[in-house]
């Protein structure tokens, strides 16, 4: 691929500014609407609000480090941008497509790229039954919350959780619980990528349960169904030494 029209989008931080300033200077800036690629500098945070905000446009998506963990980050260095992009791996990911419906009668949709996670309000615990593809495979969980995570996600989160690592083109999907007490010896599941998990929340006047897509939260929800979508795909460019395959496979090796 050849990229001639690059656009700078930056984190609020100090050295994301900085940043943006000089490769603006050194490369220019080009609205992102009329970009080849966006270059992102900040963290893995800011690379999943720039992504966010590209679902219409899948402009592919180099990012720059420029905030703290940067997993899904290039090494920031301004020089030879060019080349480095012209000779980046793609990676396509497909987000999360979230439906969530509350005590109130409303239905929210949110997407997440990495991942949907249901999450107690209050100091009670959440009763939350879990069925895959309308089958009942836990009737009743006593938790903190579950989650949801694609490949990508699976280092974030759901790594956290003590959930599986899933490597990108496995086709796999990871349902973890989060602090759960019961069924206490039950560790979560890999599911296939096209299965639809749906969660219903028990008792959810008393036990109150948000859900959050990524950064979209809807609080109070009395049911969620969660799949892979369909028809939105993000593209993310990578240094060929450093792409984002290695680094999930590398992070299972990690002491």
């Given amino acids: 691929m050849t990229f001639?029209?690059?656009?700078?989008?930056?984190a609020s931080s100090p050295q994301a500014q900085e940043a943006l300033e000089g490769l603006t200077a050194k490369y220019g800036n080009n609205p992102i609407e009329d970009a080849d690629v966006i270059v992102a500098l900040g963290g893995d945070g800011f690379m999943l609000e720039t992504l966010h905000g590209n679902f219409d446009r899948n402009t592919p998506v180099f990012g720059m480090n420029r905030g703290s963990v940067g997993f899904?980050?290039?090494?920031?260095?301004?020089?030879?941008?060019?080349?480095?992009?012209?000779?980046?791996a793609a990676v396509l990911l497909r987000p999360l497509q979230m439906e969530a419906?509350?005590?109130?009668?409303?239905?929210?949709?949110?997407?997440?790229?990495?991942?949907?996670?249901?999450?107690?309000?209050?100091?009670?615990?959440?009763?939350i039954r879990i069925k895959v593809d309308n089958v009942t495979r836990i009737d009743e969980m006593i938790c903190d919350g579950v989650?949801?995570?694609?490949?990508?996600?699976?280092?974030?989160?759901?790594l956290s959780a003590h959930g599986p690592i899933i490597p990108l083109g496995a086709e796999l999907l990871a349902l973890t619980p989060?602090?759960?007490?019961?069924?206490?010896?039950?560790?979560?599941?890999?599911?296939?990528?096209?299965?639809?998990?749906?969660?219903?929340?028990?008792?959810?006047?008393k036990r109150p349960v948000s859900a959050v897509a990524d950064?979209?939260?809807v609080r109070d929800v009395t049911t969620v169904t969660v799949r892979e979508s369909q028809d939105k795909t993000l593209t993310l460019l990578f240094d060929a030494e450093h792409n984002l395959e290695e680094r999930i496979l590398s992070e299972q090796f990690l002491p």
């Fill in 215 to 217: 950064f979209t939260e």
């Fill in 178 to 205: 989060i602090s759960a007490f019961r069924p206490r010896l039950w560790r979560g599941a890999l599911l296939p990528a096209r299965a639809v998990v749906s969660f219903e929340i028990l008792d959810a006047l």
């Fill in 4 to 10: 001639d029209r690059l656009a700078f989008t930056a």
């Fill in 147 to 158: 989650l949801v995570s694609t490949p990508a996600g699976s280092t974030a989160y759901n």
């Fill in 72 to 88: 899904l980050m290039n090494q920031y260095d301004p020089s030879g941008l060019q080349e480095r992009l012209d000779s980046a």
């Fill in 101 to 127: 419906k509350t005590a109130e009668g409303d239905t929210r949709t949110a997407l997440a790229i990495n991942e949907v996670s249901l999450l107690r309000e209050t100091g009670q615990a959440a009763k």
